[in-house]
């Protein structure tokens, strides 16, 4: 093994635990950002108001857009998280017109 | 307007002031993410390594899922999330191999 490959071997590795250590935080985050989601559906289930609130959903895709261009991360990259996210709290919130419970975003 | 619609909006506002933390969290640990598959194809290209690594894949795949399944997190979510990511490393290596530039997994 010449010095070269070694040492590209230790770089990719020294990158590769970088990112598994982000995806780590990453997946706690999205967990937590569930719970918070459950629970306005609860509140919302409670009052009666709609799951949905698209007026909250452009604010937050306008201001998602803006924090990705601040951090160098490509703005429709997050807004293809979003709507990711955002589809998933919807199909939460369809289970959970039937089950009685609440889940949104 | 009545105590119980008081706090509800109190609380709305709480839980959602912590949905955009921590999306405002998501948004830079995945501009570090790309900066680190950024450097990662950058390597690979000085070494004539190609791109993809399924065998890294299948691994990081597994290991979100069991991060999901500890955290409470939909583990089916997670594995969305890991192929929304993918795809788009994906991408920018496409557009890397025209540039001369490199940017992977």
């Known amino acids: ?17 970088s990112i598994d250590n982000l995806d780590a935080a990453m ?29 909250r959903e452009v604010a937050q895709l306008r201001r998602l857009r803006s924090l990705a261009s601040q951090s160098g991360l490509d703005p429709d990259f997050a807004q293809k998280l979003h709507a990711l996210v955002v589809r998933e709290v919807i199909t939460n919130h369809e289970a959970v017109k039937i089950s009685g419970a609440g889940n949104q975003c």
Chains 1, 2 share one sequence.
């Open 1 to 17: 093994m010449t010095d070269d490959h070694q040492s590209f071997e230790g770089d990719l590795a020294r990158l590769r635990q």
């Open 27 to 55: 997946v706690h985050l999205l967990a937590e950002r569930f719970r918070c989601t459950h629970a306005i559906g609860e509140l919302k289930a409670r009052v009666g108001l709609a799951s949905r609130d698209p007026k």
